[in-house]
């Protein structure tokens, strides 16, 4: 039996090495538009039913598809407007069945990480060498559409198994969006041996989790972004933490959801010492000067020792 998941030492939020942002920002804050493709008749797995109800399921394949045609376009000019560029959670099916998409991502200097190849194939029951392949299919896919091998990993569907975050630092991935213990980045332990990190992805924050399983109104959820980055931003003033709002163009984007949305924004890149960040530069940033201290840090409290400072 496993008491833990292994991937990392407890490490309490108090008095760590201190986390400056470039430029002396105090939040690094990034948004991760899930831009998945759904089967309408996928593989059946045994262990999660992709679509819970009778097939065809024309009403939930349908409104995801309205995602695609008409919401990604309307957060894409929102985003465009507060000068944010989105950290994509792609569902890299999507690289052929809408390329235009890829393409306007593309022009705006978009980030895309790996989110599976479709958002209603899981790993659940996947060998190794399976997901493996998988993960791999993914990223070479990212690759050859969008010019350069991702960085970030999100499961499909958030179905791990107990090595998905071994396998794609091996494949040369560098960060995670799996884990949601820390408001700050954090070394991941995998067992290959590789520098890897987990960059905060919040699930409250996520607007599925909003809008479906908690149930709040567009004006709650804007609210909770805002009353979530005022803790955030007064808290980086001591050591520099991280705001990821991921999104659905299915969920966010419906009319009477975007206003909302959008005040929230505003709200945000009205404050000065912000950085507006992908997953990448985050990862990057924080493993270039953060990481080592952090690793030596968990060793020094583990041994009882007083901990060190950052950069």
Not at 252 to 267: D, I, Q
């Given at each position: 039996m496993k008491s833990d998941t292994g991937y990392y030492d407890y490490w309490a939020y108090h008095e760590r090495p201190r986390i400056v942002w470039p430029n002396g920002a105090r939040l690094a804050f990034w948004v991760a538009p899930n831009i998945e493709f759904y089967e309408l008749d996928p593989p059946v797995n045994p262990q999660r039913a992709a679509w819970p109800h009778a097939y065809p399921a024309v009403a939930g394949y349908s409104i995801r598809d309205y995602g695609n045609r008409v919401g990604h376009l309307r957060q894409m000019a929102l985003l465009d407007k507060y000068g944010i560029r989105g950290s994509i959670s792609l569902s890299t099916a999507l690289c052929e069945h809408h390329p235009e998409i890829i393409a306007m991502c593309r022009e705006r200097d978009w980030e895309f990480f790996s989110h599976g190849i479709y958002n209603t194939r899981y790993t659940y029951g996947m060998s190794e060498e399976q997901e493996r392949g998988m993960i791999r299919e993914s990223m070479e896919t990212i690759a050859r559409h969008a010019g350069r091998m991702p960085a970030g990993y999100l499961a499909p569907a958030l179905s791990h198994s107990e090595v998905t975050l071994d396998l794609f630092a091996e494949l040369g991935g560098k960060y995670t969006c799996d884990l949601f213990h820390d408001d700050q980045p954090t070394p991941v332990r995998v067992r290959g041996g590789q520098k890897f990190v987990s960059v905060p992805y919040s699930l409250e924050m996520n607007d599925t989790i909003a809008y479906v399983v908690n149930k709040v109104t567009p004006r709650g959820y804007g609210q909770n972004i805002r009353d979530c980055f005022d803790r955030l931003y007064a808290e980086g003033a001591r050591s520099g933490t991280v705001m990821c709002v991921p999104t659905h163009n299915y969920?966010?984007?419906?009319?009477?959801?975007?206003?909302?949305?959008?005040?929230?924004?505003?709200?945000?890149?009205?404050?000065?010492?912000v950085w507006l960040a992908t997953g990448r530069e985050i990862a990057e940033y924080y493993n270039a000067y953060y990481h080592d201290a952090a690793l030596a840090d968990i060793a020094a409290r583990q041994k009882g020792v007083s901990h060190g400072t950052g950069r």
């Open positions: 969920q966010v984007s419906c009319p009477h959801r975007l206003k909302a949305f959008e005040e929230a924004l505003e709200y945000i890149t009205g404050h000065p010492d």
